[in-house]
C-alpha cells in the first residue's frame, strides 16, 4: 500500500542553520504531497503543497520540491528560528477527496 | 472565521466504558475526517463523511468505533467498550467542496482519549 518515509528525530540545529528533513514516499499513481507542521500545544496546520512532479512547494522560508524520479519530497529551509521548533509531517493523497497517509513525523528542536 | 473545533479537549475514561467526541467542522465544509494520532506516529486515517454518508471507513479498527453526522455538519466518533490500546489522539478535519471534488484538509485541535 501507500506509504510515506521521513527521517527520524529528533533533529537539533542551532539557529541560522541549513536544515533539510528527507521524505520518500510510495504510491500508486500521481499523489499530492504536503508537509504539514504541528507546534506545541497547537493542532496540525498545512506548511505546503505540490500537486505534480516538479512542482515547488513553498512557505514561511519552507521549500520542498515533488521529485517523481526519486519518489521524494524533502523540506528545507535556508536559516531556520528558534520558533520553526515543532514537529513535521510529510504526508501524500492520492485523490483530491482522498484520506491523507502521513509519515511518523520527525521533531526539529532549534537552540539560540 | 472559526476553525475546526473538537469537544472535549481531553477525556479520562476507564476500561470498557464507552465514549463520544465531538467535531465542530468549518462551516461550509462538507468533507469530513477523522484521523487518530499514537505517540510518536503520524496521524492515521478512521473514516470520511462527504455530507452524511460515510464515503470512505476502511480505517475504522474495528466494529467498536463508528461515527455518525446526521446532519452534514457535526460529527460524533463512538468507541464502545474501550480498551487501553484506544489511547491516542483524535483529530478531526474539514474541507471545502470545489467542483465536486474535497480541497486542502483543515485539521482540528484533537481529543487527547485516556484509558485507565
Known amino acids: 500500500g501507500d506509504s510515506v518515509t521521513q527521517m527520524e528525530g529528533p533533529v537539533t540545529l542551532s539557529e541560522e542553520a541549513f536544515l533539510t528533513i528527507n521524505c520518500t514516499y510510495t504510491?500508486?499513481?500521481?499523489?499530492?504531497l504536503f508537509w504539514y507542521v504541528q507546534y506545541p500545544g497547537e493542532g496540525l496546520q498545512l506548511l505546503l503543497k505540490?500537486?505534480?512532479?516538479?512542482d515547488k512547494g513553498s512557505n514561511k522560508g519552507f521549500e520542498a520540491t515533488y521529485r517523481k524520479e526519486t519518489t521524494s519530497f524533502h523540506l528545507e529551509k535556508g536559516s531556520v528560528q528558534v520558533s520553526d521548533s515543532a514537529v513535521y509531517f510529510c504526508?501524500?493523497?492520492?485523490?483530491?477527496?482522498?484520506?491523507?497517509?502521513f509519515g511518523k513525523g520527525t521533531r526539529l528542536h532549534i537552540l539560540p | 472565521g472559526a476553525g475546526v473545533s473538537q469537544s472535549p479537549s481531553n477525556k479520562v475514561t476507564e476500561k470498557g466504558k464507552d465514549v463520544e467526541l465531538r467535531c465542530d467542522p468549518i462551516?461550509?465544509?462538507?468533507?469530513l475526517y477523522w484521523y487518530r494520532q499514537s505517540l510518536g506516529q503520524g496521524p492515521e486515517f478512521l473514516i470520511y463523511f462527504q455530507g452524511t454518508g460515510a464515503a470512505d471507513d476502511s480505517g475504522l479498527p474495528n466494529d467498536r468505533f463508528f461515527a455518525v453526522r446526521p446532519e452534514g455538519s457535526v460529527s460524533t466518533l463512538k468507541i464502545q467498550r474501550t480498551e487501553r490500546g484506544d489511547s491516542a489522539v483524535y483529530l478531526c478535519?474539514?474541507?471545502?467542496?470545489?467542483?465536486?471534488?474535497?480541497?486542502?484538509?483543515?485539521f482540528g485541535p484533537g481529543t487527547r482519549l485516556t484509558v485507565l
Open positions: 504510491a500508486t499513481g500521481y499523489p499530492s
Open positions: 505540490a500537486t505534480k512532479a516538479d
Open positions: 478535519a474539514s474541507s471545502l467542496e470545489l467542483a465536486g471534488v474535497a480541497d486542502t484538509q483543515y
Open positions: 504526508a501524500l493523497r492520492r485523490g483530491r477527496d482522498d484520506k491523507i497517509i
Open positions: 462551516s461550509g465544509h462538507t468533507a
